[in-house]
């Protein structure tokens, strides 16, 4: 079994800036990629950012230049800095990470609960 856990999340002022995390937990191997994800009230998930142990990063284009995805490969750990943040980017933020997950070597896919980001003055 795979745990993912989100923290970092709060509220901030427009131009304020938050760091997100995500740790997975559990039987893996590895992890082969992380994504941010979000969701407002009434709007459908969106893709925010991804990240793959080769290094691949990319970014939807409203977070661009604002915003920076890493990871910590042997922690299992995905890290989202959040800077000139705007009151546009209040969500719930979750985490996706595909696991390889030890013993049987399977892929899945697992989602963290969410962490709340609230921008506003």
């Known amino acids: 079994q795979v745990h993912l856990v989100e923290s970092g999340g709060g509220l901030v002022q427009p131009g304020g800036s938050l760091r997100l995390s995500c740790v997975a937990s559990g039987s893996i191997f590895m992890t082969s990629l992380m994504r941010w994800y979000r969701q407002a009230p009434g709007n459908e998930r969106e893709f925010v950012a991804e990240i793959t142990t080769g290094g691949t990063i990319n970014y939807t284009n409203s977070v661009k230049g604002r915003f920076t995805i890493s990871m910590d490969n042997p922690k299992n750990t995905a890290y989202l800095q959040m800077d000139n943040l705007e009151p546009e980017d209040t969500a719930v933020y979750l985490c996706?990470?595909?696991?390889?997950?030890?013993?049987?070597?399977?892929?899945?896919?697992?989602w963290g609960q969410g962490t709340q980001v609230t921008v506003s003055s």
């Open positions: 996706k990470a595909v696991v390889v997950t030890s013993g049987r070597y399977d892929i899945a896919e697992y």
